[in-house]
């Protein structure tokens, strides 16, 4: 008996148990997208937010500090050159050469002329300088707060060793000084800041220039207003 040959498939058949394989298909994305684009989008979007929360918080500051200054009036504190006093000054010989060893007390008054604030004041320190820069002395003292529509007088003990420039320098210092003709200025520095009740403020660096006055001026009363300078300008 002949074998059966197998039938041939018909063209076009396709075999149901082999699965079917489907192209790739390739995603079509709109003209209009740029990943690029949307990142620098989103910064942008960014910045203009912070940039907007920044410019309210300054209004609010600036209105804040308007509101401040109207309803408070702030006022800076007033300085006078009011007593020097010496314990000691003469000139001795070293080894370096002449040295000038002086000791004095210096009184400087403060004035808070606000209604309602108080001025806080951190460590203060004064240099006591003579003609040619010589320095007479240095003194601080800690810090403290003057309340409102107070006066104090504030003393710094002075104590200098300095060395001088030539003996012809001595001989002036010392006799100008027995002459009461010496010619002093104090300069202050010290941080202040305003409270009010239990707030207080950030505190700001100031400088203050005291002179120039010879001694018999101090001696007679006169009493000069002393320039302040804030922030260091």
């Given at each position: 008996m002949s074998?059966?040959?197998?039938?041939?498939?018909?063209?076009?058949?396709?075999?149901?148990?082999?699965?079917?394989?489907?192209?790739?298909r390739k995603v079509q994305l709109p003209p209009s997208f740029n990943?690029?684009?949307?990142?620098?989008?989103?910064?942008?979007?960014?910045?203009c937010c912070c940039f907007l929360i920044i410019l309210i918080l300054l209004l609010l500051l600036v209105s804040a500090c308007g509101v401040f200054y109207l309803w408070f009036d702030p006022?800076?504190?007033?300085?006078?050159?009011?007593?020097?006093?010496?314990?000691?000054?003469?000139?001795?010989?070293?080894?370096?050469?002449?040295?000038?060893?002086?000791?004095?007390?210096l009184g400087v008054e403060l004035k808070n002329p606000n209604g309602e604030l108080k001025i806080v004041y951190g460590d203060t320190k004064v240099d006591l300088k003579g003609e040619n820069d010589?320095?007479?002395?240095?003194?601080?003292?800690?810090?403290?707060?003057?309340?409102?529509?107070?006066?104090?007088?504030?003393?710094?003990?002075?104590?200098?060793?300095?060395l001088l420039y030539d003996e012809s320098s001595?001989?002036?210092?010392?006799?100008?000084?027995?002459?009461?003709?010496?010619?002093?200025?104090?300069?202050?520095?010290?941080?202040?800041?305003?409270?009010y009740k239990g707030w207080k403020s950030w505190n700001i660096r100031v400088k203050v220039s005291c002179g120039s006055l010879r001694l018999k001026q101090i001696e007679n009363g006169a009493t000069p207003k002393c320039g302040i300078t804030l922030f260091n300008w």
């Open positions: 074998q059966m040959q197998p039938l041939k498939k018909p063209p076009g058949f396709k075999d149901p148990t082999i699965p079917i394989q489907m192209p790739p990943p690029q684009k949307e990142r620098s989008n989103c910064c942008c979007r960014c910045f006022k800076a504190p007033v300085f006078h050159l009011r007593s020097l006093e010496f314990t000691k000054f003469n000139v001795t010989e070293s080894q370096d050469g002449q040295r000038l060893n002086a000791q004095s007390v010589v320095n007479m002395g240095a003194g601080e003292v800690v810090g403290f707060v003057l309340e409102n529509r107070k006066v104090k007088v504030v003393k710094f003990v002075m104590k200098s060793n300095e001595g001989k002036l210092i010392v006799d100008e000084f027995k002459n009461k003709n010496l010619r002093v200025s104090a300069d202050v520095s010290t941080d202040i800041g305003v409270g």
